[in-house]
T-cell receptor, first 115, second 120 residues
Framework: LAKTTQPISMDSYEGQEVNITCSHNNIATNDYITWYQQFPSQGPRFIIQGYKTKVTNEVASLFIPADRKSSTLSLPRVSLSDTAVYYC????????????????FGQGTILTVHP | GAVVSQHPSWVICKSGTSVKIECRSL??????MFWYRQFPKQSLMLMATSNEGSKATYEQGVEKDKFLINHASLTLSTLTVTSAHPEDSSFYIC????????????????FGDGTRLSIL
């Protein structure tokens, strides 16, 4: 499974755009890149997923360069409620078998939004 | 859509008790569900992969006789912590992937809201 590296923490202010970059140098051909958000004492919440280039939905954008060895989650105009841990995951690898689709969570990025 | 319900959300019990946690996919079918454990200020750690109609696959270091997993239907997986002890106290989270072609790999996992287990 591809390993991911993210900054441990980031700080921002309300109304600013936040970009969180994730490195995944050994991403496999069949792997997708997925970002999750987690608040304390809750399960992770799906934010966005992509394979290459750019993906945008109502809450975020995901930028993936051509070599796919990194990705950047962009949160426009953050608010206090965006304070959370953000996880970048790569997979699920098309490994087949009985653990098909499993993901490995890294440490994530603690985003703190200040007033 | 893609809602995963986990029950109970919080449980406190005495040491030696067995505790069952349910994970249900409410609006989709899930051939595969996953069980994670999360300690305070740490990331999620995968415990096992639950496959409908077959035995679960456990990660290295996870005792299968301690953490019993049953995935009897396409919408329900259960995790039973047997003879729980204080060191089993943790936040347990399940996730589910929408069933589909095994080689169609871009279905994201959808997570429940977790179960806080406290063993006294």
């Amino acid at each position: 499974l591809a390993k991911t590296t993210q900054p441990i923490s980031m700080d921002s202010y309300e109304g600013q755009e936040v970009n969180i970059t994730c490195s995944h140098n050994n991403i496999a051909t069949n792997d997708y890149i997925t970002w999750y958000q987690q608040f304390p004492s809750q399960g992770p919440r799906f934010i966005i997923q992509g394979y290459k280039t750019k993906v945008t939905n109502e809450v975020a954008s995901l930028f993936i360069p051509a070599d796919r060895k990194s990705s950047t989650l962009s949160l426009p105009r953050v608010s206090l409620s965006d304070t959370a841990v953000y996880y970048c995951l790569v997979g699920p690898s098309n490994a087949g078998g009985t653990s098909y689709g499993k993901l490995t969570f890294g440490q994530g990025t603690i985003l703190t939004v200040h007033p | 859509g893609a809602v995963v319900s986990q029950h109970p959300s919080w449980v406190i019990c005495k040491s030696g008790t067995s505790v069952k946690i349910e994970c249900r996919s409410l609006d989709f079918q899930a051939t595969t569900m996953f069980w994670y454990r999360q300690f305070p200020k740490q990331s999620l750690m995968l415990m096992a992969t639950s496959n409908e109609g077959s035995k679960a696959t456990y990660e290295q270091g996870v005792e299968k006789d301690k953490f019993l997993i049953n995935h009897a239907s396409l919408t329900l997986s259960t995790l039973t912590v047997t003879s729980a002890h204080p060191e089993d106290s943790s936040f347990y989270i399940c996730s589910a992937r929408i069933s589909g072609d095994r080689f169609y790999s871009n279905q994201p996992q959808h997570f429940g809201d977790g179960t806080r287990l406290s063993i006294l």
